[in-house]
Every structure is written in C-alpha cells, then in structure tokens.
C-alpha cells in the first residue's frame, strides 16, 4: 500500500511490489478519473456560462423592445401635442376672425346709432329730450365699450394688447359713464354723483377705451351689488 501524494486526494492504491506493468495500469486508471472529473467539470461550467449568456442575451432583447416602446411612445406624444398645438392655433385664428366678423357686423349700425344721435343733439332743443340722446349716446358708447372688451380678450390671449394713448377730457368721460348708470341706481334708490379734483386738467393723454372699461366695470359693481 502506497500513499501518492500530500496535495493529492487520500486515494490508497494497492500495486504489485516491483510490478511495473500493474503501476503504469493504475497511473493511467487515475489520470482518466481525473480528466473525465476535469471534463464533467468543464461540462458544467460550460452549461452555466451558456445559461448566463442566454439570460443575458434575453435581457437584453427585452431591454431593446422596451426602448423601442418608449421611442414609439415619446413618436405618438409628439404627434399628438403638434396636432393639438396646430388645432388650438386652427381653433384661435377661427375665434379671431368670428370677432372681426361679429365686430364689423355690430360696430357698422352702432355707428349709424352714434351718427344720428350726434346730429339729433344739435336739432332738439328741449333738455329732456335732450337727455335721452345723451343716454343713448352713452349707452351706444357702452356697448361699443363692451365690443372692444371681446376683442381685447382676443387680443390677450394673443398677447398683442397695445394701448392707444391720445388726449381724452376726463370730466366728460365720468359724465357719460356716470349717465350710464344713472337710471339703475335711481332703480335701486342710490345717489351717483361724480366729484372730481378741482386742478384736474382738462385733458389727460392716456388710453380713453381702457380708461372707460376700467370705470364700466368699477360702476357696475357698484350698482349691482
């Protein structure tokens, strides 16, 4: 009985004393356990790295079409916001030019309204009838008032609001605002009266549409509520 090595697993070989054909015999017998162990080895190793390689490769696949997904996706987004994007700025330029239209249409006898009432005021003399041109003038005036208040919106939206500076009497202004609405607040029992500063100046250069919104709109609250 003969011990092969430290390193070596305990393997105890019985060999023949002096039998150089039995030694050889199992030294052969040995070092093919030890490549076939080698080899199932290797086998498995083998199997395992395919494997992995497999997952990997799947993995990957999977991340590739995710990709794709969320390229195609990010596509259909970005059609869809020019689509919207182009319908909004279809739906604007229609509603703008519903304005001009609507504008035009209501400005045209507006206007003839003004015109005769200007020419009436200077052939009536009686001062109530007086009165009544006055406030159809200024009613006239409002509604015009309440036109440039729709299209201002458009044009706010738009952002091209520019203000139109020229001199405006600002004592005439509140007269015909404040006639306006004279009758509702005799309606309701209320006293409007107009006070203004005694160095006011006849004329002030500012903006005489924007000026008589902004009083329309303080006035009728005022009187409504």
Same mark, same amino acid.
């Given at each position: 009985?003969?011990?092969?090595?430290?390193?070596?697993?305990?393997?105890?070989?019985?060999?023949?004393?002096?039998?150089?054909?039995?030694?050889?015999?199992?030294?052969?017998?040995?070092?093919?356990?030890?490549?076939?162990?080698?080899? #199932?080895?290797?086998?498995?190793?083998?199997? #395992?790295?395919?494997?992995?390689?497999?997952?990997?490769?799947?993995?990957?696949?999977?991340?590739?079409?995710?990709?794709?997904?969320?390229?195609?996706?990010?596509?259909?987004?970005?059609?869809?916001?020019?689509?919207?994007?182009?319908?909004?700025?279809?739906?604007?330029?229609?509603?703008?030019?519903?304005?001009?239209?609507?504008?035009?249409?209501?400005?045209?006898?507006?206007?003839?309204?003004?015109?005769?009432?200007?020419?009436?005021?200077?052939?009536?003399?009686?001062?109530?009838?007086?009165?009544?041109?006055?406030?159809?003038?200024?009613?006239?005036?409002?509604?015009?008032?309440?036109?440039?208040?729709?299209?201002?919106?458009?044009?706010?939206?738009?952002?091209?609001?520019?203000?139109?500076?020229?001199?405006?009497?600002?004592?005439?202004?509140?007269?015909?605002?404040?006639?306006?609405?004279?009758?509702?607040?005799?309606?309701?029992?209320?006293?409007?009266?107009?006070?203004?500063?005694?160095?006011?100046?006849?004329?002030?250069?500012?903006?005489?549409? #924007?000026?008589?919104?902004?009083?329309?709109?303080?006035?009728?609250?005022?009187?409504?509520?």
């Amino acid at each position: 009985m003969k011990k092969l090595s430290r390193n070596c697993p305990k393997i105890w070989i019985l060999t023949p004393a002096g039998g150089t054909f039995g030694g050889l015999f199992v030294w052969a017998f040995i070092a093919r356990a030890l490549y076939m162990r080698k080899r #199932r080895e290797a086998e498995r190793l083998r199997a #395992r790295l395919f494997e992995q390689e497999s997952q990997a490769r799947e993995a990957l696949e999977r991340k590739n079409r995710q990709l794709e997904e969320a390229k195609e996706a990010a596509e259909l987004a970005k059609e869809a916001a020019e689509l919207a994007s182009q319908a909004a700025e279809a739906a604007n330029q229609s509603k703008s030019l519903f304005l001009a239209n609507m504008s035009h249409e209501i400005r045209t006898p507006l206007n003839a309204i003004l015109g005769f009432s200007d020419l009436l005021n200077g052939v009536v003399k009686d001062p109530k009838e007086r009165s009544y041109l006055g406030a159809i003038s200024s009613s006239g005036r409002g509604l015009l008032t309440i036109i440039n208040d729709i299209l201002d919106l458009s044009k706010i939206e738009a952002g091209r609001l520019e203000l139109q500076y020229e001199p405006v009497s600002v004592r005439q202004l509140l007269d015909d605002v404040a006639q306006v609405f004279s009758h509702k607040a005799q309606e309701k029992g209320l006293k409007l009266e107009i006070v203004t500063a005694p160095d006011l100046p006849e004329v002030l250069f500012l903006d005489e549409v #924007r000026l008589r919104q902004i009083l329309f709109n303080v006035l009728g609250n005022a009187v409504k509520f």
